[in-house]
């Protein structure tokens, strides 16, 4: 239960603030909208996101789709954080780290993410395919 509201606390403050400084950034620049609304969109977005994630770490028999998706947000804001807000803790690093967030560890992260929340959900379709074979009784998940 601890590592569940661990993981989701991480996926939503890395959400909103990637969405903030792009989204946000992009509809106070393009629209002309006050700065103090353009939180509003990059709260909405981490706002759902965060409850994708937390009801795909409840489900036992999520699908593939929900498998990359929350690989994705998960170890995406993970890498984001790491990132953007690394360079705040570690003395003497330029400002201009904070970018690495946005514009590396972020990105690199979701790609990442996405292709190990499938292929953690491919071993895990197989290995309930081998307990069928075997005569055995598909195992069940663990829960988290």
């Not at 759902?48 to 699908?63: A, C, G, I, M, N």
């Not at 947000?73 to 690495?100: D, E, K, W, Y």
């Amino acid at each position: 239960m601890l590592v569940r509201i661990l993981l989701t606390l991480v996926t939503f403050i890395g959400t909103f603030y990637f969405s903030f400084w792009t989204v946000g950034a992009a509809l106070a620049g393009t629209l002309g909208l006050p700065f103090l609304l353009s939180p509003v969109v990059p709260l909405l977005i981490a706002i759902l996101v965060t409850r994708f994630v937390w009801k795909y770490l409840k489900t036992d028999e999520p699908t593939m789709r929900a498998s990359i998706g929350a690989g994705a947000a998960i170890v995406g804001s993970i890498a984001f954080c790491v990132g953007f807000f690394g360079p705040l803790i570690v003395p003497g690093m330029p400002p201009q780290g904070l970018l690495t967030g946005l514009f590396i560890t972020g990105p690199a992260g979701l790609i990442a993410g996405a292709v190990a929340g499938g292929l953690r959900w491919k071993k895990r379709q197989r290995d309930e395919g081998l307990g069928q074979k075997n005569g055995r009784k598909p195992r069940k998940a663990r829960r988290r």
